[in-house]
């Protein structure tokens, strides 16, 4: 025991007492904050489960495009910068479907076959994108250092986004609206919950509990986990890698274009730069989750939601700070070092260690 | 006699020659020389991609008209106007401002149209001499008297938001009766500034600000920031932001309990057809605060004619007849001190123009009557109330009456 303590003692650093201590005073200010608004009583309970609503909502579209940096991760220790404009790509296009069946009034009569459609088409869109940015993008630079597909995928982000603005031109366009989804459901005691954010968190639920069996439960998956923990090892063993990433970008790439009709149905607007913000939180996420764990990326998104919505009220109101949700970035950043100070490889993150070892 | 005689007829000859072989002109800030068969060259630095592009487009528009207007001849020269995309923030008016300051040959620029790319690019245009006539800044810090020299070469032909502000807080408090508002801006010089301008008037005059907000122009997600308002119970919303984060709050707001029966409000940056595009039909019964195109009067018929017959529609934001104004006052000011050669060649001294554009007095513009003060407020401000009508949300079409107004 005494030897224990005494290693323990040896391998901590300086360093590591700085922030564990920036660490515990996060730590405090956060559950302060949390105990003084909750004292101040200005919230209904009604209205902390609206917040946890609508960031599940949020998180959920998080979490599906999480797992699109996640995938790749794993399989090729590289950031896919530019899978925030395979998020973007598929509703982009697919807005000019679900405007064609508004005019012909369609949307009216069939909404869910034109809403099965229209998630067709973005996942199509997304995964083509997906499947061809691997193939042309990046499988050329498979074995070059590391930092050149890195720069690569910034490139094609660029190439990608003005790509879709040379195609459907700067200006934003907004989804119409479906009439099924508009209204609210009333539970008991007072509580509702939009119909619009029960379809968003069932159906993100839906494609990734989909795509979670998929990886764990078919041949297929069995080699993009096989690929991801030794590529070496798993192309000796008959793995054909190049297939097993191009298929792991095809799942990337369906998860992101779901989450963009999600994201549409939501908030409407769609443009050539929409994929940017919700690219950068869902990678947020996937680091926060613990970068190529699916698992992790899927609970990383869903907590990243919770806390935009969440912590500005929670954690500022408190202290009594103005406009707290202008820093509502900030606390989902805040959290984000926080978990990395006391957990380096992130939530879930422990294969990763293993791995890179 | 004859020596004074001699020194005469030589003082006439060098004065003789001095007046045909004339130097160049010198000015402080260094002098534009234009060729003959070599164009005026006009920047614009202007908001041209992304949700407030018809901000944008629609000023453009409007300096095009302009130069229609003088059949594209400025003192024998044609006038090449281009320019770079502002982004309707800080980062990119810095960035346009930057590209346009690296340029020699721009004598003058119109813009910018967001007050944040101006606060940034102002300085940078005028540290290279150019000075910039805004169609559509509104904040008040950019002519404000402690605003430092760095501004010197900035004007605008835009209101002032301290008219803005108190406009919309009136309208509240005596048209809709409201006593308890609240405001959310998105961080942006013009939002916190304009709904600043709002909470004073509106604490002044006898309501009570419930709750000031702000949101990020990015966010998408309103719906935690509204509940955290519908707590204080507000009346009336007041949100002076842009197209992409006003449409998003517009749809959002009947999502959240509470908030069944509040008045929205909104002001010019998100009045334009693009808002309409974004908020759908729950912009539908909601305000917005903007130029009063109705005191604009005949010149303005004409103007919309023009516009109609040039690009096959009608306007889209509210700027279009500033940025003719504006153009029209770069116009004038540069015929009133370009030095012209007898081949055609123009030198237009930097300051001197500057000095021009700021002594413009009584020019009688389609936005009304053109006095810039010292501070470049250029504005005959009047602002008018508009509501928003169904019909307008369905053929994405401006209000053309307005709803309400302060005199």
Request: contains cysteine; positive net charge.
């Amino acid at each position: 025991m005494p030897t224990k303590f005494h290693r323990w003692k040896e391998s901590i650093t300086a360093t590591d007492i700085v922030m564990w201590f920036i660490g515990f005073a996060l730590l405090v200010f956060i559950i302060l904050g949390s105990i003084l608004t909750l004292r101040a009583g200005r919230y209904t309970p009604v209205q902390w489960f609206d917040f946890v609503i609508y960031g599940l909502a949020q998180g959920s579209i998080y979490a599906l495009v999480a797992m699109g940096y996640t995938l790749v991760y794993g399989v090729l220790r590289m950031i896919n910068f530019a899978h925030s404009e395979v998020f973007m790509s598929g509703p982009f296009t697919a807005y000019y479907v679900a405007a064609y069946f508004s005019r012909s009034s369609l949307l009216e009569s069939h909404p869910f076959i034109c809403l099965i459609i229209v998630f067709i088409v973005s996942m199509t869109v997304s995964t083509l994108i997906a499947f061809l940015l691997e193939r042309i993008a990046y499988r050329p630079l498979r074995n070059a250092p590391r930092l050149i597909p890195l720069i690569t995928a910034i490139g094609a982000s660029f190439t990608l986004m003005y790509l879709f603005r040379g195609l459907f031109g700067t200006g934003f366009q907004a989804y119409p609206v479906w009439a099924v989804f508009t209204g609210k459901w009333a539970l008991f005691k007072g509580l509702e919950i939009g119909k619009i954010q029960v379809f968003v968190i069932f159906a993100a639920a839906l494609v990734m509990i989909t795509l979670y069996l998929f990886i764990q439960r078919t041949r297929t998956g069995k080699a993009v986990r096989s690929v991801s923990e030794d590529k070496e090892a798993a192309s000796l063993m008959g793995v054909d890698i190049d297939k097993t990433i191009s298929v792991t970008f095809i799942i990337g790439g369906a998860a992101a274009g779901a989450a963009g009709v999600l994201y549409a149905l939501v908030f409407k607007q769609v443009f050539f730069m929409m994929g940017f913000i919700p690219g950068i939180k869902a990678f947020t996420a996937a680091v926060l989750g613990g970068i190529g764990n699916i698992p992790g990326a899927m609970l990383g998104g869903l907590l990243l939601g919770l806390l935009e919505s969440l912590g500005p009220s929670l954690f500022l109101d408190g202290y009594n700070i103005a406009a707290p949700y202008q820093l509502k970035d900030a606390i989902a950043f805040l959290v984000l070092v926080l978990v990395l100070i006391f957990r380096p490889t992130g939530l879930l993150g422990e294969r990763l260690a293993v791995k890179k070892a | 006699m004859k020596r004074s005689l001699i020194l005469f007829v030589a003082l006439f000859m060098f004065m003789a020659a001095s007046i045909v072989f004339a130097a160049p002109p010198t000015d402080p800030l260094g002098v534009v020389t234009i060729k003959p068969g070599e164009p005026i060259h006009i920047a614009y630095w202007f908001v041209t991609a992304g949700s407030d592009s018809t901000l944008g487009i629609d000023t453009k528009r409007g300096v095009e008209i302009a130069i229609d207007d003088i059949k594209n001849n400025l003192l024998g020269h044609k006038i090449k106007f281009d320019g770079q995309d502002s982004g309707c923030n800080a980062e990119g008016g810095q960035a346009a401002a930057t590209k346009l300051a690296s340029d020699p040959t721009i004598v003058a620029a119109v813009g910018s149209n967001c007050s944040s790319e101006a606060k940034p690019g102002a300085p940078i245009l005028w540290n290279a001499g150019i000075a910039t006539v805004s169609p559509s800044n509104t904040a008040p810090y950019l002519t404000d008297p402690k605003r430092g020299s760095t501004y010197d070469g900035y004007l605008r032909t835009a209101h002032n938001d301290k008219v803005q502000g108190a406009v919309a807080a009136n309208f509240a408090l005596k048209s809709l009766k409201v006593k308890k508002a609240a405001t959310i801006h998105d961080g942006s010089v013009y939002a916190e500034q304009l709904a600043n301008v709002f909470a004073e008037t509106f604490k002044k005059n006898g309501g009570t600000i419930v709750a000031q907000e702000a949101v990020a122009p990015t966010d998408t997600d309103m719906k935690p920031v509204l509940t955290k308002i519908v707590t204080a119970k507000p009346e009336f919303i007041y949100y002076p932001i842009f197209v992409a984060a006003a449409g998003h709050i517009t749809r959002q707001v009947k999502e959240v309990s509470g908030f069944e029966k509040v008045y929205l409000m909104s002001a010019d940056g998100a009045f334009s057809v693009d808002f309409y595009k974004a908020a759908g039909e729950s912009a539908v019964g909601m305000y917005h605060s903007s130029p009063d195109f109705e005191a604009f009067g005949k010149v303005y018929e004409d103007f919309i004619q023009k516009h109609i017959k040039k690009y096959g529609e009608k306007t889209l934001a509210p700027f279009h007849a500033h940025a003719y104004d504006a153009a029209n006052l770069i116009f004038k000011a540069i015929e009133k001190v370009a030095k012209k050669e007898k081949d055609g060649t123009l030198y237009i001294g930097r300051k001197a123009l500057r000095d021009a554009l700021y002594a413009t007095k009584n020019l009688k513009g389609i936005t009304g009557n053109i006095n810039c003060n010292e501070y470049g407020d250029c504005a005959d401000p009047r602002i008018a109330v508009y509501k928003t009508s169904p019909e307008n949300v369905k053929k994405l079409e401006m209000p053309k009456k307005s709803f309400w107004k302060p005199y």
